[in-house]
């Protein structure tokens, strides 16, 4: 996962996977997940593929999803993004929680998850068969959780490639539809291990020193 940058102890000592995002128009930006999100995982997708899935005919929000570059600066909730990020690695930005899945005839396709090795789970929802009039269309989608406005935010700045959360049945979806090379899906889980009191106590003091070196606000412990 080429976003991924460290692990940090920040407020509360509460522990957090911090990646780096370049961005063309902003250089790097910086976004966290919590180690409270054990239930879910995270994907790094391509900017390009996430859009072009997010603006399928099944996908959430598509007044929002088919604006241009213009109208999505315009969106009234743009510049809490803008703020947000400018904060840096010092408080970087949570990660967008989004969803994927299939359509199958206008109906929900139930059932298909995630689960056994990858490649069995590709051979068995995308059987190398020849379609025929008669087979129902595959429609991916992708929803949001929450986190619009700050993936528009990355889309405007020129990201291309950023990390999302979702949860771990979507997540090999999410990666096949839309996951960025050289990338795979990661369990928060295992992304964000879990350490004891004493170590957290001596992490969070070194980001607080670290927080202070640069004249940035300390997190409320």
């Known amino acids: 996962m080429k976003t991924f ?3 940090e ?3 509360a000592l509460k522990r957090y996977a911090i990646f780096c995002v370049p961005t063309k128009q902003r250089g790097d ?3 966290r997940v919590s180690e409270s999100e054990r239930s879910q995982s995270v994907v790094e997708v391509d900017a390009a593929r996430f859009v072009n899935a997010w603006r399928g005919p099944k996908s959430s929000h598509p007044e929002i999803a088919h604006l241009d570059e213009v109208g999505w600066r315009n969106d009234y909730k743009f510049h809490d993004a803008e703020e947000g990020f400018e904060s840096g690695w010092g408080n970087p930005v ?4 989004v969803n994927a899945g299939f359509w ?3 109906e929900l396709a139930h059932g298909v998850v995630a689960s056994g090795r990858f490649v069995r789970w590709v ?5 190398a068969a020849r379609s025929t ?3 129902p269309e595959r429609h991916p989608y992708v929803s949001f959780t929450n986190g619009i406005t700050r993936t528009i935010w990355l889309l405007v700045a020129g990201a291309e490639r950023f990390p999302v959360m979702c949860g771990k049945e979507d997540a090999a979806i999410l990666h096949h539809i839309a996951g960025a090379r050289e990338s795979t899906p990661c369990p928060v889980l295992e992304l964000v291990p879990d350490i004891g009191h004493l ?3 001596d992490q969070n003091r070194t980001f607080h020193e670290k927080l202070k070196a640069h004249g940035l606000p300390i997190w409320a412990a």
């Open 199 to 201: 170590e957290r106590l």
């Open 123 to 127: 051979r068995r929802v995308f059987p």
């Open 9 to 11: 102890t920040m407020g």
């Open 5 to 7: 940058s460290h692990l």
């Open 104 to 106: 199958l005839d206008d």
């Open 29 to 31: 930006v910086w976004m």
């Open 94 to 97: 949570p990660l967008a929680e």
């Open 133 to 135: 009039a008669r087979e």
